[in-house]
Structure formats: C-alpha cells, structure tokens
C-alpha cells in the first residue's frame, strides 16, 4: 500500500522546512510513503529546499496556475507514481500531519473514498469572528447543495481513494475543495469527515486574500457545480420560481374575474401567461440538462477507464 503526501507549493521556501520536518516517517498499514511537491511557479528556493528535505518527486507547473490546476497536477502524478492513496495537505503546515494516520484511515478500511480533515474552526485563534462565522456559513450551504454531511468544506487536508483520485475533474481554476465534495456525491463516492487539529499560522493565506473576493468566487463555484452534477435539480427549482407567481397571479385573475362579473384586472392574466410559459420553458431546460448529464457521466466512466488504461502503459 502505496501513500503519497502531495502539497502545493508558491514561494514556500521559508515554511516548507516545518511542515516536511512534520511529515510522518511511517504508518501502520502503509508499506511506502513519498511526497511530492507541485511547484506552481515559485520564484524563490522552494524546490531546492525540497530536494535538500529528501523530496524526489515534482511537478513544475513552470507559471503560477493556481490551487486547483496545481491540485491536480499533483494528482495525476501521484497516480503516475503509483499511489494508493493521496494525501493533500498545505506547505504551511497549517494542518497537523500527526493526523494523516486518521486521515487515510477510513480508506484503509474501506469504509470511504475520500475523507476530509474537518478543522475546530471555533477554536482556532487566528481566524476572526467573521472569517469562522463565513466558514460555517459556507459549510452548511455545500452540506444543503451536495447532500453530503461535510463539517469543513474549504479544508484543504483530504485523503484520496485511488479509485477516487480517477474520477475527478475539476472545472475550477480557483480551488478544488467545493467542487471535489460536489463530485463525491454526484459519482457515488463514500465521504467521510474526521477531526484533525490545526498549527500555529506561520503566514497569512495566499488564496484568501481578500474575504469577500473569496466568498464571491466560492458563491459562484456552488453555483456552477450546483448547475454541472445537479442541472435538473436547479432548472427545476429556478422554474418553480416562476411556476408559483404565475399560478397565483392567475387564481387572482380568477377570483376577481368571477366576484367582479368578469370586469378588469386583465394585466394579471398576461403576465401570469408570461411567468407560466417561462416556467415551462426552464422546464424543458431542466430535462435537457439532465440527458446531457447522463451523457457526461458516460464519458467519464470512459474516462476513467482511459486513465487505467494510460497508467498501465505509464
């Protein structure tokens, strides 16, 4: 059983000593641990600090991509170097690695297909108020869009399945962590959540930069996922919006019509025929889209089957 500890890397030179030096050595039910470092365009000693820790595995994305290209170079080569499972954990050893042992350990029992290392979000001191407030927030939301029981949807401290690691696609050039939950319930994949404790802040975080840029991106993620792995569910929803003013607006027609003697109030039949046909209309969109997702979850399945294929011949 094959475990690879992959982590992001921009600039990381100065914490990358820490969270290496943390890493554990061994693992009960793991024959071999390597990590791999994704260089996503560092412009400092990064990879030199790797290789002087006993790092020999690398992605070098040559420029700044992002987290979630970066994620996912990551993942292919750590399927390319024959990983069972695949461990993602920050450089700024922001997680604590002593819990990667429980962190891979719904896998080993095959209890799971991806576990997610859910923080004391309450209980950590260098979030502020709103940043834990936002972070709740944002959990129930992807809890109430995935239907997935996830307590910590922005953590980036995951274990992956190789069977999971397969099946992911991620759309998004800003972060994979909502997408990836969204993925696990829409392909039939096990999440679980387990409790891990987190660091001191060695720095501030290079993703949020700005809180309310990142709430907007993360609504806009939900959003897209949402409409991807979930198309009927939304179309349906968007034309029930419709569908209900419509229905209401021509029972007021109705009422008025027949305690009046027929007389006015004509506006609320148009544009209740208005608010109905649009409903129907996103009605028809919504079973389109849920044929083209029968169609998406057929290529991926072939997909998945080329990647098997690709990594026997790797």
């Known amino acids: ?71 996912l170079a ?13 461990v993602n954990t920050d450089a700024d050893n922001q997680y604590c690695a002593d819990n990667i042992k429980d962190l891979i350990k719904p896998i080993l029992d095959k209890e799971a297909d991806i576990v997610i290392g859910s923080r004391p979000v309450s209980k950590i001191r260098h979030f502020s108020l709103m940043k834990k407030l936002l972070q709740k927030l944002g959990s129930w939301v992807m809890r109430m869009i995935s239907s997935t029981s996830v307590e910590d949807a922005p953590s980036g401290f995951r274990a992956f399945s190789r ?23 829409a392909k039939g994949l096990q999440l679980v959540c387990v409790p891990v404790d987190v660091n001191a802040d060695l720095r501030e975080s290079k993703l949020v930069k700005n809180m309310f840029d990142y ?8 959003i897209r996922m949402f409409i991807i792995y979930r198309p009927f569910r939304f179309f349906m929803i968007l034309s029930g919006v419709f569908f209900l003013p419509g229905v ?63 990594l026997k011949n790797f």
């Open 163 to 185: 069977n999971a690691a397969l099946q992911l696609n991620i759309f998004d050039n800003y972060t994979y962590t909502l997408e990836t939950i969204i993925q696990a319930k």
């Open 74 to 86: 990551g993942i292919k080569k750590a399927l390319e170097l024959g990983a069972d499972i695949i």
């Open 1 to 71: 059983m094959k475990l690879i500890i992959q982590i992001p890397c921009y600039n990381e030179e100065e914490a990358l000593p820490v969270t290496l030096s943390a890493l554990p050595k061994e693992i009960d039910g793991i024959d071999e641990i390597e990590v791999l470092i994704i260089d996503d365009g560092s412009k400092d000693n990064t990879i030199n600090v790797a290789k002087q820790y006993g790092v020999k595995n690398f992605v070098e994305m040559g420029h700044n991509c992002g987290l979630a290209k970066a994620f």
């Open 248 to 310: 209401l607006l021509a029972v007021r027609f109705l009422w008025y019509y027949f305690s009046d003697s027929g007389s006015g109030h004509i506006q609320s039949l148009i544009l209740s025929a208005i608010l109905i046909i649009i409903s129907v209309q996103i009605g028809v969109i919504a079973v389109l889209s849920e044929l083209f997702s029968i169609n998406r979850k057929i290529l991926e399945d072939i997909q998945k089957r080329l990647k098997v294929q690709d």
């Open 215 to 222: 709430i907007k991106r993360s609504i806009f993620t939900m």
